[in-house]
C-alpha cells in the first residue's frame, strides 16, 4: 500500500513541477522573435547571422511547447477552456488554462499521497484527492474576489475621471487612454488592455464587451452598454457617464450597509465552519487516545466526513442568507 502512495507521490510532484515550470517559463514566440522571423523572410541571413539571431532552444521551451502540443492546443479552443481563461484572467493568474491544470491536479495528487501514508489506507487517498481540487478551487475563487474587490473600489473614479476628461474634449478613446495611464492596476492594466485592442484594430465596444467578460461586473456591463447605445444613435455620453457614476457610487454605498449589518451572521458562518476543525485539532494534540478511533476506525472515518459535509451545508445556506443582491 505505501508504494502506491508514494508513487502517487511521486505523479503528483512530477505533475505540479512541470506546471509551475512551463507557468513561470517566457513565452516561445515573443515580439522579438517574430521580428526577426519576419526580417529573416525578407533579407536572408548568413549561417553565422542565422546562428546568432536564432533563439536558443532550451529544456523548458520544449516542455512547454510539448504540454501544450498535447492538451493545450485542442482544450483551450473549447468553450470550457475559454471559461477557465476568463477565470484566470480575472484572478490575475497569468498562466494558461492548461497549465493551470496540470498545477492544481499535481496539488490535489500530493495532498492525496499525504492522506494516504497519514491515515495508512489508500481508501484515504480519495478525499485526499476531493480536498486538493477543492483547495486550488477556493485559491482561485479568492484571487477573483480579491480582484474583484480592488476593480470595483475603481471602478466609480474611473468613470468619473473619463467623464471629466470627455467634457475637457477628449473623445472616448482617448479618454480611456489617459485614465489607463493614471489609474494603478487592476484598472489601469485592464484600460491599457482595451486601449492596445483598439490600437491593433478592435472596434472599441467589442473591446469593452471582452473587457466586461474577463472582470464579469454588472456596473461595467452598464457602462459598455451606454457606450455602445451613444455610439449607434448619439447623445451625450459624458452626462450620461455621470449618471452611471452615481448609480454605481450609490449601489456601493447600500452594499457597504448590508455587509455591515450582516456582518454578525457571517462571523457565525466562519465560527461555524473553524470550530469543529479547531477542536478534532486539539483533540487529536491533547487526547490521542480519545479521539484516535475517529480516524482508525471505518466508522468514525465515515461519521467524520459526514459531519464534515453537513458543516459545510450549514456554511452554504447562511451564506445564500447573507448574501442580498443589490
Not at 496540470?102 to 495508512?120: M, Q
Not at 494603478?184 to 484594430?201: C, D, F, H, K
Not at 449589518?261 to 473553524?274: D, E, H, K, P
Request: aromatic share 6%; hydrophobic share 50%.
Amino acid at each position: 500500500m505505501s508504494g502506491s502512495v508514494l508513487i502517487l507521490a511521486g505523479v503528483g510532484a512530477v505533475a505540479l513541477f512541470v506546471g509551475v515550470l512551463v507557468a513561470i517559463a517566457p513565452g516561445a514566440d515573443s515580439m522579438l522573435h517574430s521580428r526577426l522571423r519576419h526580417l529573416e523572410a525578407l533579407v536572408p541571413l548568413g549561417p553565422q547571422e542565422e546562428q546568432q539571431q536564432r533563439p536558443p532552444r532550451d529544456l523548458v521551451q520544449q516542455v512547454r511547447r510539448g504540454v501544450q502540443a498535447l492538451v493545450g492546443a485542442r482544450f483551450e479552443r473549447t468553450d470550457r477552456g475559454n471559461r477557465l481563461a476568463d477565470r484566470l484572467a480575472r484572478a490575475d493568474l497569468r498562466v494558461r488554462p492548461t497549465e493551470w491544470i496540470i498545477i492544481s491536479s499535481g496539488f490535489a495528487v500530493l495532498v492525496a499521497a499525504a492522506a494516504g501514508l497519514r491515515f495508512g489506507t489508500l481508501v484515504a487517498t480519495f478525499p485526499g484527492l476531493l480536498v486538493g481540487y477543492v483547495a486550488a478551487q477556493l485559491f482561485l475563487r479568492q484571487r477573483i474576489s480579491k480582484r474583484s474587490k480592488a476593480f470595483m473600489k475603481q471602478l466609480s473614479p474611473t468613470i468619473l475621471q473619463i467623464s471629466s476628461s470627455m467634457k475637457a474634449g477628449y473623445t472616448f478613446a482617448q479618454a480611456v487612454d489617459l485614465v489607463a495611464k493614471n489609474t494603478p492596476a487592476p484598472m489601469g492594466s485592464e484600460l491599457a488592455r482595451v486601449t492596445r485592442e483598439v490600437q491593433l484594430g478592435l472596434p472599441m465596444n467589442e473591446a469593452l464587451n471582452r473587457m466586461v467578460r474577463r472582470n464579469d461586473s454588472d456596473d461595467l456591463r452598464l457602462m459598455a452598454i451606454a457606450v455602445q447605445i451613444q455610439s449607434q444613435v448619439g447623445g451625450n455620453l459624458a452626462q450620461i457617464l455621470d449618471t452611471i457614476e452615481f448609480t454605481v457610487r450609490e449601489r456601493v454605498r447600500i452594499k457597504g450597509e448590508i455587509k455591515a449589518l450582516t456582518g454578525q451572521a457571517r462571523a457565525s458562518g466562519w465560527v461555524l465552519i473553524a470550530l469543529p476543525f479547531a477542536m478534532t485539532g486539539i483533540l487529536e494534540m491533547i487526547a490521542p487516545a480519545y479521539f484516535g478511533p475517529m480516524f482508525s476506525n471505518p466508522i468514525g472515518m465515515v461519521l467524520l466526513g459526514t459531519s464534515g459535509l453537513m458543516v459545510l451545508m450549514g456554511y452554504g445556506f447562511i451564506r445564500k442568507i447573507v448574501n442580498i443582491q443589490v
